[in-house]
């Protein structure tokens, strides 16, 4: 059984950071792609970065202010969030695998001042 434990978040102010991180059991991060999404109210959940197979990839909505990275030693999959907009303001959600994977169980990110 695959469990996933996602947590960070919370609140910032415009032009802040915050960083995510979600800690498996029962995953290879060797063998699984990986990928961070968001759902803001009222829009559709989105990819915002993704990585496997040696390929990164970021939404251009973040491109240049999120880094998406994992650390083996830890089974842990991290986003790192700077230069926040109140637009980034989401439920954002890990997974692991990507076909469709196993997710984490979100956390709130508000970017508010």
């Known amino acids: 059984q695959v469990q996933i434990v996602q947590s960070g978040g919370g609140l910032a102010q415009p032009g802040g950071s915050l960083n995510l991180s979600c800690t498996a059991s029962?995953?290879?991060?060797?063998?699984?792609?990986i990928g961070w999404f968001r759902q803001a109210p009222g829009k559709e959940r989105e990819a915002i970065s993704c990585n496997g197979n040696g390929e990164t990839f970021y939404a251009d909505s973040v491109t240049g202010r999120f880094t998406i990275s994992r650390d083996i030693a830890t089974n842990t999959m991290y986003l790192q969030m700077s230069i926040l907009k109140p637009e980034d303001t989401a439920a954002y959600y890990c997974?692991?695998?990507?076909?469709?994977?196993?997710w984490g169980q979100g956390t709130r990110v508000t970017v508010s001042s």
């Open positions: 029962g995953l290879n991060w060797n063998v699984y792609a």
């Open positions: 997974n692991a695998g990507l076909a469709p994977g196993s």
